[in-house]
């Protein structure tokens, strides 16, 4: 058993959480064996001790994006979340292309391949509730589609002249029809009770009908039909329902001594704009002994608006004048999130249901230790 000892001090608590950074190295990159344990400290398990220490910060929450700060959780649990998002959160996309003609000039595989990865929205409840997922059959067996895991569509589109054209036309969108093909050509073609689920704005659809698919002139055509299917990131990135999902760790800036003036100005250019700023130094600060700004009253002096703007590029360490005046550092349990969503889900909903995700996973986890246990 290991030895005990006085507990931590708060500069000593606070000090656990930052990773250094230096002007050639990062230091403290590494957490205990055991995330959050020291030796000689008590750090069993506590929920509302969790419950204290953790938040959640929304900084904007827009249909596509999302940025927010997951505060006080370990760097194994804010991964898990990430990688849920990337690979297991169900979406619906195109999985069987069935080509009757195609004279364009992109040839079937490519444009099979390129309508995959077209992002597609319908009515939410009809998503995530009615549709269940597919599964491909055997080899030399007839698949089995039906109207919960098969979604039907078409493309049927012919590149003709436009008799309305004026002679002296040079742009091909006008001087043909069809010239461009756009996902926006694509048919919905609901079966059984989907059309329940998916009508009116909640029908099937491209999240962007201006995604272009194909190029053609005069003669050539396009028709064919496909299946969409429900699947998850982990099967193919087609399905995954986010452009990125992210995270950094939030910087700090601590100022140890005082910037003053023209110093302090070249200080806020050695970051992003917004992350430091300028202010008057106020009488009481001038009057106070070993503040450092002694007979400075209204000079200016720099300090930390939001080192959440900061790109930790270590540019002041570079110049001479600010050493031993500013330390940098990371919050090892203070992670940004962003999430893209592509428009099936929205970005927020995402986040809502890896929650879920990571909670069926971890009672997976329990039921196979209690099997194992007996």
Same mark, same amino acid.
């Given at each position: 058993?290991?030895?005990?000892?006085?507990?931590?001090?708060?500069?000593?608590?606070?000090?656990?959480?930052?990773?250094?950074?230096?002007?050639?190295?990062?230091?403290?990159?590494?957490?205990?064996?055991?995330?959050?344990?020291?030796?000689?400290?008590?750090?069993?398990?506590?929920?509302?001790?969790?419950?204290?220490?953790?938040? &959640?910060? #929304? @900084?904007?929450?827009?249909?596509?994006?999302?940025? $927010?700060?997951?505060? !006080?959780?370990? %760097?194994?649990?804010?991964?898990a979340f990430r990688r849920i998002l990337i690979a297991d959160i169900p979406t619906l996309a195109i999985e069987s292309v069935f080509i009757t003609d195609n004279t364009s000039v992109i040839q079937d595989e490519v444009l099979a391949h390129r309508l995959g990865l077209i992002p597609f929205k319908g009515n939410q409840d009809g998503?995530?509730?009615?549709?269940?997922?597919?599964?491909?059959?055997?080899?030399?067996?007839?698949?089995?589609?039906?109207?919960?895991?098969?979604?039907?569509?078409?493309?049927?589109?012919?590149?003709?002249?436009?008799?309305?054209?004026?002679?002296?036309?040079?742009?091909?969108?006008?001087?043909?029809?069809?010239?461009?093909?756009?996902?926006?050509? &694509?048919? #919905? @073609?609901?079966?059984?009770?989907?059309?329940?689920? $998916?009508s009116g704005e !909640?029908?099937? %659809?491209?999240?962007?009908?201006d995604i272009?698919?194909?190029?053609?002139?005069?003669?050539?055509?396009?028709?064919?039909?496909m299946h969409m299917h429900k699947g998850v990131g982990?099967?193919?990135?087609?399905?995954?329902?986010?452009?990125?999902?992210?995270y950094r760790l939030m910087p700090t800036i601590t100022i140890t001594q005082p910037i003053l003036g023209k110093d302090a100005e070249k200080f806020a250019k050695c970051f992003p704009k917004g992350v430091i700023g300028l202010e008057k130094v106020s009488r009481k600060e001038a009057a106070q002994k070993g503040s450092g700004y002694e007979g400075h009253e209204g000079e200016l002096k720099a300090v930390v608006k939001d080192p959440m703007r900061d790109t930790v590029s270590r540019e002041c360490l570079r110049h001479a004048e600010f050493q031993g005046k500013v330390r940098l550092g990371r919050r090892r349990d203070h992670f940004i999130f962003s999430i893209e969503s592509t428009g099936q889900w929205n970005s927020d909903d995402l986040f809502l249901e890896s929650v879920v995700k990571l909670k069926e996973k971890c009672a997976k986890l329990e039921k196979q230790v209690i099997n194992m246990a007996r």
């Open positions: 058993m290991a030895p005990s000892r006085a507990g931590p001090t708060a500069e000593e608590l606070d000090q656990r959480k930052i990773v250094g950074i230096n002007p050639e190295t990062v230091t403290d990159t590494t957490n205990t064996d055991f995330p959050g344990h020291y030796p000689g400290e008590d750090h069993s398990w506590d929920l509302e001790r969790f419950r204290n220490g953790f938040q &959640i910060e #929304f @900084h904007h929450n827009d249909p596509f994006d999302a940025s $927010f700060s997951l505060i !006080g959780v370990d %760097a194994s649990i804010a991964n998503l995530k509730n009615f549709l269940r997922f597919w599964k491909k059959p055997e080899p030399g067996v007839e698949p089995t589609l039906y109207d919960f895991n098969t979604v039907m569509l078409s493309l049927n589109v012919e590149c003709t002249h436009n008799p309305k054209a004026s002679e002296d036309e040079e742009d091909p969108t006008k001087l043909y029809n069809h010239a461009h093909v756009y996902a926006k050509d &694509i048919q #919905f @073609h609901p079966v059984g009770r989907q059309k329940k689920y $998916f !909640g029908a099937i %659809a491209p999240v962007h009908p272009l698919i194909a190029k053609m002139r005069p003669g050539q055509a396009i028709e064919l039909t982990s099967d193919h990135a087609k399905f995954s329902p986010v452009a990125t999902a992210s």
